[in-house]
């Protein structure tokens, strides 16, 4: 449903226009009887993903501890001494 208000209201009911927005409503604001902008719902929810914003995809899962990560932590053998360096 789309709905007309002047901008002297629209200025004045702004936050519950915004609400309207959120509830998918649309709402055109006019001037003197012409139509001059619109207040309309976001086309889609973004979704927020951690690296998203550098165009980095992290995969499904990749926090889960694997059979192979056990392996590499608790029975690969020591090949470092950690103080020095050397095996």
Known sequence: M????GIFEAKN???H?????EDGQETIITRHGHPVARIVPPAAKPVRRLGAWRGYVIPEGW???TDEDYQLW????ITADPIDGMA
């Open 74 to 77: 608790y029975e690969a053998p």
């Open 2 to 5: 789309t709905s007309t208000v």
């Open 13 to 15: 009911q702004f936050s």
């Open 17 to 21: 226009l915004v609400a309207l927005a």
């Open 63 to 65: 926090d889960e501890f």
